[in-house]
């Protein structure tokens, strides 16, 4: 239901686009979420976007990264911009019903495979 692409390997204060190819999702309100892999195996948030549009961030994200959907709300966009070492790892997108905020990433049932991304200083 959920596939990422875009990750790869870039210099610090480099850009990269990652894509979230969202299928087979019948709710009439939800929300996608980027995540990238913490300690412990935890799974922080990096931003959330509802399919009405409204999105929010992480404070360690805030003016450098985008989120974004197209038309068909199918392709979910993270623009990632100004990139640091610290924002190496792997990324996922997610999705639940409902709203995107206040939950928790263990709240969303749906993951795709994820996509690894590493900012060499």
């Known amino acids: 239901r959920m596939v990422e692409s875009g990750g790869g390997s870039v210099q610090a204060g480099g850009t990269l686009r990652l894509t979230c190819v969202v299928s087979?999702?019948?709710?009439?309100?939800?929300?996608v979420g980027w995540f990238r892999q913490g300690q412990k195996n935890e799974r922080a948030s990096v931003a959330r976007i509802a399919n009405d549009g409204g999105a929010i961030y992480d404070d360690s994200v805030k003016g450098r990264f985008t989120v974004s959907q197209d038309d068909t709300k199918n392709n979910i966009y993270l623009q990632m911009t100004n990139l640091r070492p610290d924002d190496t790892s792997l990324y996922y997108c997610?999705?639940?019903?409902?709203?995107?905020?206040?939950?928790?990433?263990?709240?969303?049932?749906?993951w795709g495979p994820g996509t690894q991304v590493t900012v060499s200083s």
């Open positions: 087979g999702i019948t709710w009439s309100r939800y929300c």
């Open positions: 997610a999705a639940r019903e409902g709203t995107c905020i206040g939950f928790s990433y263990r709240t969303f049932p749906h």
